[in-house]
C-alpha cells in the first residue's frame, strides 16, 4: 500500500547549518506531497507541498522537490535557526483521495 | 477565521473505562477528519466525514471505537472500552469538501489521552 519513510531522528545542528531531511514514498498513481510541521505544544501545520513531478514547494526558508524518478521529497534548509526546532512529517495524498498518510517524523533541535 | 476546536485538551483514564472527544470544525468544511498519533509516530487516519456521511472508516477498531457527526457540524469520537494502547494524541482536521490536502487540512491541537 502507499506509505512514507523519513529519515530517523532526533536530528540536531548548530544555528545557521544547512539541514536536509530525506523522505522517499511509495504510491500508485500520482500523489500530492506534503512537509507537516508540529512545534512544542502546537498542532499540525501544514509547511510546503507539491502536487505533481518537479514541483519545488517552499515556505519560509524550506524547500522540497518533487522527484518521481527517485519517489523522494527530500526537505532542506540553507541556514536553520533555533526557532525551526520541531517535528517535521512528511506526508502524501493518494490520487484523488483526501486522507493523509504520514511518516513518522523527524525531530529537528537546533542549537544556538 | 476561527481554528478547529477540540475538547479535552487533556484526559487521563483507567483501562476499561469510557472516553469521549469533541471537535467543532472549520465554518463551511464539509470534510472532517479524526486522527490518532501514538507517541514517535506520524498520525494515522482513524474516520472520515463528509457532511454527516461516513466516508472511510476502515482502520478504525470498531469493536471499541465509535464516531458520529450528527448534524454534518461537530462530530465526537468515544472509546469504549479503553485499553493501555490507546495512550495518544487524537487529532480533528477538516476541510472544504472535494479539496483535500491540496488546499491545506486545519488541524486542531489535539487530545491528548493517558490510558492507566
Known amino acids: 500500500g502507499d506509505s512514507v519513510t523519513q529519515m530517523e531522528g532526533p536530528v540536531t545542528l548548530s544555528e545557521e547549518a544547512f539541514l536536509t531531511i530525506n523522505c522517499t514514498y511509495t504510491?500508485?498513481?500520482?500523489?500530492?506531497l506534503f512537509w507537516y510541521v508540529q512545534y512544542p505544544g502546537e498542532g499540525l501545520q501544514l509547511l510546503l507541498k507539491?502536487?505533481?513531478?518537479?514541483d519545488k514547494g517552499s515556505n519560509k526558508g524550506f524547500e522540497a522537490t518533487y522527484r518521481k524518478e527517485t519517489t523522494s521529497f527530500h526537505l532542506e534548509k540553507g541556514s536553520v535557526q533555533v526557532s525551526d526546532s520541531a517535528v517535521y512529517f512528511c506526508a502524501l495524498e493518494p490520487n484523488r483521495d483526501d486522507k493523509i498518510i504520514f511518516g513518522k517524523g523527524t525531530r529537528l533541535h537546533i542549537l544556538p | 477565521e476561527a481554528g478547529v476546536a477540540q475538547s479535552p485538551r487533556y484526559k487521563i483514564i483507567e483501562k476499561r473505562q469510557s472516553v469521549a472527544f469533541w471537535c467543532n470544525p472549520i465554518?463551511?468544511?464539509?470534510?472532517l477528519y479524526w486522527y490518532q498519533q501514538i507517541l514517535g509516530q506520524g498520525p494515522k487516519l482513524l474516520i472520515q466525514?463528509?457532511?454527516?456521511?461516513?466516508?472511510?472508516d476502515s482502520q478504525l477498531p470498531k469493536d471499541r471505537f465509535s464516531a458520529e457527526r450528527l448534524k454534518g457540524v461537530d462530530s465526537t469520537l468515544k472509546i469504549q472500552p479503553a485499553k493501555l494502547e490507546d495512550s495518544a494524541v487524537y487529532l480533528c482536521?477538516?476541510?472544504?469538501?472535494?479539496?483535500?490536502?491540496?488546499?491545506?487540512?486545519?488541524f486542531g491541537s489535539g487530545t491528548r489521552l493517558t490510558v492507566v
Open positions: 504510491a500508485t498513481g500520482y500523489p500530492s
Open positions: 482536521a477538516s476541510s472544504l469538501a472535494g479539496t483535500g490536502a491540496n488546499y491545506g487540512y486545519t
Open positions: 465554518s463551511g468544511h464539509a470534510t
Open positions: 507539491a502536487t505533481k513531478a518537479d
Open positions: 466525514f463528509q457532511n454527516n456521511g461516513v466516508v472511510d
